[in-house]
């Protein structure tokens, strides 16, 4: 299973009159990307103030070589790498929160659909919100059917 949290926006216009709500599902997940190339995976979720914190905390880490006798640089930079690559979704987290986003609920689903279906139905109103998926943006949410299996063999996986 899979953990997805939910965050929203209200755009509201000007006489403070709800336009419309943006619904943001963030998978908790380890960044492969992420820990291979912290710069892509920062441009790839437009980050862009995030590379000069790494570029910064490279330069201090290449810095220690001149104090230790021993190769330090490379092994912070990998340990860096990897605190970046495990807490890449919560810094997604942190900045949609930053952007005006309000935590809604966490929903444990085994994939993004699911998730979504148990968010309309936890929510209790069908009406059609604007649903991304970490700004990829996916078809309405009213046109998602749930299929039902073609023989009933586990009734207890619902």
Not at 5 to 31: A, M, W
Not at 133 to 145: C, E, S, V, W
Request: net charge positive.
């Amino acid at each position: 299973m899979e953990i997805y949290t939910v965050y929203q926006k209200k755009i509201l216009n000007e006489n403070n009159i709800l336009l419309e709500d943006d619904i943001v599902f963030i998978k908790d997940q380890v960044s492969i990307i992420a820990f291979f190339s912290p710069i892509l995976w920062c441009l790839c979720n437009k980050n862009l103030f995030l590379i000069p914190l790494y570029l910064l905390i490279l330069l201090m880490a290449v810095q220690l070589d001149n104090y230790f006798p021993i190769n330090v640089s490379a092994l912070i930079i990998i340990l860096f790498h990897l605190i970046w690559s495990f807490e890449s979704s919560q810094i997604k987290r942190w900045l949609y929160v930053i952007r005006g986003y309000n935590f809604i609920k966490s929903i444990s689903s085994s994939n993004i659909f699911n998730a979504q279906l148990k968010f309309i139905n936890s929510v209790g109103n069908l009406e059609k919100k604007k649903i991304t998926l970490d700004r990829i943006n996916q078809p309405d949410i009213n046109n998602i059917k749930q299929t039902n299996p073609i023989m009933n063999l586990f009734p207890f996986n619902k």
